[in-house]
């Protein structure tokens, strides 16, 4: 009994003190004060530029030569379905991948498998409505082919951090791997800033390496724009803006700063700037969607996306670089081959579950 009375007042007389007290209040008021600011969520560092570089421009969506894709969706919550992707005369697309996934509001699990053995491996757990933790394992024939990638998201009201970890290991005696870790912050309604930090040592044997970089996003009624500054003398702007309702334009400027020889021949003495800048613009029509994007290489591109049917959609990719005297064309075609299941869940009212991509 004597302990517990002696416990009960250590923590009272912690409860009271002037500076605890302090604090809290000094707390209470600043959560407060962000409250009425009216912040939301910033987004990621990674995807900073996301309007422009994913939704707009479409370097990861060109392809070439001929594509054909078949999903078979056998339930939509959970959600579960397999795909079978087909490809000819397309450079880094193997002939034959096999693709499965699964996912609910908490999991989501993705493998595939391709005819050159590349396997990969996609596994997501939402731990709360905040925190989610997403893994990604590739595995392929050849020396240094494996790669293992582990990412821990933190989402709050008005801020983002992330802790991605590449290849982690301590089997030789020591860490070695690359670790990136970021954090964005929403300031004002419009105004988030925030940075990202690298540490990565390929080998005890090698020193490690560290770099940093810092970046600001500005959000308009209806334009964004964002710019990072790395300290190795990278600048990367970009600029959204919307149009119309069907019409969405948006601008990257790349700028690379490297040591350079001088007048004498001397390193450091002067500097090799190499920049390249991207124009593109996205055209939603009723059942199609078109990109088309040029940048100061000469490099034109385009890509169409139509919807003949509900299941069938039609994709059109053409790429010209002027100055290489080089075309590429690319053609694929994707069927979606519903059940009776599926189409009696999607009639009765059942959504997708929101799946921690």
Same mark, same amino acid.
């Given at each position: 009994?004597?302990?517990?009375?002696?416990?009960?007042?250590?923590?009272?007389?912690?409860?009271?003190?002037?500076?605890?007290?302090?604090?809290?209040?000094?707390?209470?008021?600043?959560?407060?004060?962000?409250?009425?600011?009216?912040?939301?969520? /910033?987004?990621?560092?990674?995807?900073?530029?996301?309007?422009?570089?994913?939704?707009?421009? $479409?370097?990861?969506?060109?392809?070439?030569?001929?594509?054909?894709?078949?999903?078979?969706?056998?339930?939509?919550?959970?959600?579960?379905?397999?795909?079978?992707?087909?490809?000819?005369?397309?450079? #880094?697309? /193997?002939?034959?991948?096999?693709?499965?996934?699964?996912?609910?509001?908490?999991?989501?699990?993705?493998?595939?498998?391709?005819?050159?053995?590349?396997?990969?491996?996609?596994?997501?757990?939402?731990?709360?409505?905040?925190?989610?933790?997403?893994?990604?394992?590739?595995?392929?024939?050849? /020396?240094?082919?494996?790669?293992?990638?582990?990412?821990?998201?933190?989402?709050?009201?008005?801020?983002?951090?992330?802790?991605?970890?590449?290849? /982690?290991?301590?089997?030789?005696?020591?860490?070695?791997?690359?670790?990136?870790?970021?954090?964005?912050?929403?300031?004002?309604?419009?105004?988030?800033?925030?940075?990202?930090?690298?540490?990565?040592?390929?080998?005890?044997?090698?020193?490690?390496?560290?770099?940093?970089?810092?970046?600001?996003?500005?959000?308009?009624?209806?334009?964004?724009?964002?710019?990072?500054?790395?300290?190795?003398?990278?600048?990367?702007?970009?600029?959204?803006?919307?149009?119309?309702?069907?019409?969405?334009?948006?601008?990257?400027?790349? $700028?690379?700063?490297?040591?350079?020889?001088?007048?004498?021949?001397?390193?450091?003495? #002067?500097?090799?700037?190499?920049?390249?800048?991207?124009?593109?613009?996205?055209?939603?029509?009723?059942?199609?969607?078109?990109?088309?994007?040029?940048?100061?290489?000469?490099?034109?591109?385009?890509?169409?996306?139509?919807?003949?049917?509900?299941?069938?959609? $039609?994709?059109?990719? #053409?790429?010209?670089?002027?100055?290489?005297?080089?075309?590429?064309?690319?053609?694929?075609?994707?069927?979606?081959?519903?059940?009776?299941?599926?189409?009696?869940?999607?009639?009765?009212?059942?959504?997708?579950?929101?799946?921690?991509?």
């Amino acid at each position: 009994m004597a302990d517990v009375k002696l416990s009960s007042s250590g923590s009272g007389i912690i409860m009271n003190n002037a500076v605890i007290a302090l604090l809290r209040d000094m707390s209470s008021s600043f959560s407060r004060r962000r409250e009425a600011l009216g912040l939301s969520n /910033p987004g990621t560092v990674d995807n900073i530029a996301r309007e422009v570089q994913k939704d707009v421009f $479409l370097t990861n969506s060109m392809f070439t030569g001929l594509r054909a894709d078949l999903t078979r969706p056998f339930s939509v919550n959970p959600l579960f379905q397999v795909s079978h992707a087909f490809a000819m005369g397309s450079q #880094g697309l /193997p002939p034959y991948t096999f693709l499965a996934l699964y996912g609910t509001s908490k999991v989501f699990l993705q493998g595939n498998i391709d005819s050159d053995g590349q396997l990969i491996a996609r596994a997501n757990y939402r731990w709360s409505t905040s925190f989610v933790t997403k893994s990604n394992v590739q595995i392929a024939f050849g /020396p240094g082919q494996a790669m293992l990638s582990v990412d821990n998201d933190y989402t709050g009201k008005d801020f983002t951090m992330s802790l991605k970890s590449i290849n /982690p290991s301590i089997i030789e005696g020591g860490l070695t791997g690359v670790f990136v870790g970021s954090y964005l912050q929403s300031l004002t309604p419009s105004l988030s800033v925030g940075l990202e930090a690298m540490w990565q040592r390929v080998a005890l044997n090698t020193g490690p390496e560290t770099a940093i970089s810092y970046c600001a996003k500005y959000k308009g009624s209806d334009w964004i724009a964002s710019a990072q500054v790395q300290e190795q003398g990278a600048l990367n702007t970009s600029y959204w803006r919307r149009l119309t309702d069907r019409v969405e334009a948006g601008v990257d400027l790349n $700028l690379q700063f490297a040591p350079g020889l001088g007048q004498n021949g001397l390193m450091g003495a #002067g500097a090799r700037k190499e920049g390249t800048t991207t124009i593109g613009a996205k055209y939603d029509f009723r059942n199609s969607s078109f990109r088309a994007q040029i940048d100061s290489s000469g490099r034109l591109s385009c890509l169409l996306e139509r919807r003949i049917l509900p299941p069938v959609q $039609l994709t059109f990719a #053409g790429e010209m670089d002027h100055f290489k005297q080089q075309a590429k064309v690319g053609l694929a075609v994707s069927i979606e081959a519903q059940n009776e299941d599926t189409q009696r869940q999607q009639e009765n009212g059942v959504t997708t579950p929101a799946v921690p991509f």
